[in-house]
């Protein structure tokens, strides 16, 4: 089954790193929009402090477009007006409902009330609820793509510390479960 990503985690580079590695591990399969991309890229362009600038914003989503082809949702657009969450995510439960998804990862989950999803057989989690649902039973797993995150990142480099600071802020309870894991005290 799919998973539905919002535009506010994939907006967060560590956390949205982290979703899309443990997707590529293919622990879920990753769903969202053009919409949601759009969304995305108009944040990192400028919302931040340091804003990305638009021609690499846009090689990201190109970038994990190409290692995702199957994520893109299209064809929900005729659901929108029947639905009952808050209008600003109508589109991301359309693309869940379209794509058969039962899930939905958003750090917004009051745009995602459980009397607008429940008829849909859809539930919204947050990352933190989201992550500790796949961690759980794939822990050596999940502590080797942090590990490996921060290994990728040269610029400026990372150490699993270092990223699990940064998804703490999303992910809390994700992270003081698997921190003891990365630096060997479980």
């Known amino acids: 089954m799919p998973v539905v990503l919002d535009a506010n985690v994939l907006f967060p580079a560590s956390l949205r790193d982290t979703l899309l590695r443990t997707a590529a591990e293919g622990l879920f399969r990753p769903a969202w929009t053009a919409t949601i991309w759009d969304e995305v890229l108009d944040n990192l362009t400028t919302k931040?402090?340091?804003?990305?600038?638009?021609?690499?914003?846009?090689?990201?989503?190109?970038?994990?477009?190409?290692?995702?082809?199957?994520?893109?949702?299209?064809?929900?657009?005729?659901?929108?007006?029947?639905?009952?969450?808050?209008?600003?995510?109508?589109?991301?439960?359309?693309?869940?409902?379209?794509?058969?998804?039962?899930?939905?990862?958003?750090?917004?989950?009051?745009?995602?009330?459980?009397?607008?999803?429940?008829?849909?057989g859809i539930t919204a989690l947050e990352p933190d609820e989201f992550l500790m649902a796949i961690a759980g039973p794939m822990t050596e797993r999940v502590t080797r793509i942090i590990r490996e995150q921060a290994a990728a990142l040269k610029r400026p480099s990372a150490t699993p510390a270092r990223i699990l600071g940064t998804l703490a802020q999303h992910a809390p309870t994700f992270v003081a479960f698997i921190r003891p894991l990365i630096e060997g005290r479980a």
């Open 48 to 120: 931040p402090r340091n804003p990305m600038p638009p021609a690499a914003a846009a090689h990201l989503r190109a970038e994990v477009l190409r290692h995702f082809p199957d994520a893109a949702v299209m064809g929900y657009e005729d659901l929108i007006p029947s639905l009952t969450n808050d209008e600003k995510d109508r589109h991301v439960l359309a693309a869940a409902v379209h794509a058969q998804a039962r899930q939905i990862v958003t750090c917004n989950l009051k745009h995602f009330p459980e009397r607008a999803l429940a008829p849909y």
